[in-house]
């Protein structure tokens, strides 16, 4: 099965083999013949022909640890189950293209209307507060107690923050004792 072009991509960029192969091992007559000769009078040491690595490495102790991220991509290029690229063809690349971009657009629009509108209510509290400090008459009494924070953390958290303060259903339900 010949892999897809974006796991070929993928191959490249970092370097890794689309396919773990495995080493050719030499005919055992080349291997028996480049063997080295076994002294007698030397050190009871075990020597391996076959080995590159050093017996630590080769025994899995101390085994160099590769990176994860290129472990998890060397899996998935060789999964069976990655998914092909999509295929499109000129006209519905295009109609993709047109889709994708007035969903940009959309959801652009909608953030803007939502920003506007925190800006809007942000507005409107700023003015209210400065109503209370200037425009009541008390000499600003009313809104050093509405901004006061003292006693606030005497009892643990505050009420405001125990639950998100968001516009869904409150702990209670419907309150239908409710008129206006």
């Known amino acids: ?85 999509l295929r499109l063809s000129r006209l519905r690349s295009l109609r993709h293209w047109t889709i994708h971009r007035a969903y940009l ?19 409107a509290m700023r003015d209210a507060c400065e109503e209370l400090r200037v425009g009541v008459g008390d000499g600003g009494r009313l809104f050093r107690q509405a901004m006061s924070k003292k006693g606030i953390f005497s009892q643990g958290i505050p009420v405001e923050y125990a639950r998100g303060q968001v516009d869904g259903p409150s702990r209670d339900g419907w309150n239908h004792e409710w008129t206006r």
Not at 20 to 25: A, D, E, G, L, T
Not at 63 to 85: E, N, S, V
């Open 1 to 85: 099965m010949k892999p897809s072009p974006v796991l070929q991509s993928l191959a490249v960029a970092f370097q890794i083999p689309l396919r773990p192969c495995k080493p050719i091992r030499p005919p055992p007559s080349l291997v028996l013949s480049a063997a080295p000769s076994f002294q007698a009078s030397g050190p009871a040491q075990q020597i391996s022909p076959f080995s590159s690595t050093t017996r630590t490495l080769a025994r899995g102790r101390n085994q160099p640890k590769g990176d994860k991220r290129i472990t998890i991509i060397r899996y998935h290029l060789g999964h069976a189950l990655t998914p092909r690229p």
């Open 105 to 123: 657009l959309h959801s652009r629009n909608q953030r803007r209307a939502q920003e506007l509108e925190l800006e809007r209510q942000y507005n």
